[in-house]
């Protein structure tokens, strides 16, 4: 398994977008976004891994990552962060920065496992507005609130 900094077209990597994202309208805002880091194995991609710019120049953000259905749970995710995670050092960040939905137990177990730690809630961010389609449940627990995790990057 490779990965490497992904450069060719970004629509090629919507499928795993939305593995990630339930909106289409907020996959729309930000798929050009920063640099994307990809899991391939024997030519295929396997995980995507999206770090985007913050408005605090020493902070970026792991916007979106996703590992395809058939081989979660095998470590990709984790050399995918562990990957991301040098590349910000490599360019003088100090923090990373992560969102997730509050329903969703396994990402906030999968965040905490790699050094994230808890920073905000954000209420009611999963809205119509938004693009997010009602009554999706995840693990019995209704999408409603997002989770702002961060970890300081040591140098
Ligand atoms: C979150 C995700 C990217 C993790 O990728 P992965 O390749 O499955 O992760 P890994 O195999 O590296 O697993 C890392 C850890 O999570 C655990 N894990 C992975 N999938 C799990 C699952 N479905 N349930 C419980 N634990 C799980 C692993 O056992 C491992 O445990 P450890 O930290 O104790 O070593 C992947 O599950 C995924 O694509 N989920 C759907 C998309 C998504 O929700 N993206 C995040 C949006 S914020």
Known sequence: MLIRLYDGNREVL???FRL????????DRYVGLGDVLVAEDNGELVGQLQLTA?????TFELKSMA???GRRGGGIGRALVEEAIALCRARGATHLLVA???ADIDNLRFYQRRGFRMLSIER???T????YPDGIVI???PLRDRVWLDQELAL
Do not use: K, N
């Not at 990630?20 to 996959?27: R, W």
């Not at 913050?54 to 020493?58: C, D, G, K, L």
């Open 14 to 16: 919507r499928p795993l």
């Open 20 to 27: 990630a994202d339930d909106s289409e309208q907020e996959i």
């Open 54 to 58: 913050t408005a605090e120049p020493s």
């Open 67 to 69: 590992v395809i259905d």
């Open 100 to 102: 997730t939905a509050a």
């Open 124 to 126: 009611d961010a999963f």
């Open 128 to 131: 119509a507005a938004a693009g």
């Open 139 to 141: 693990d019995g627990i």
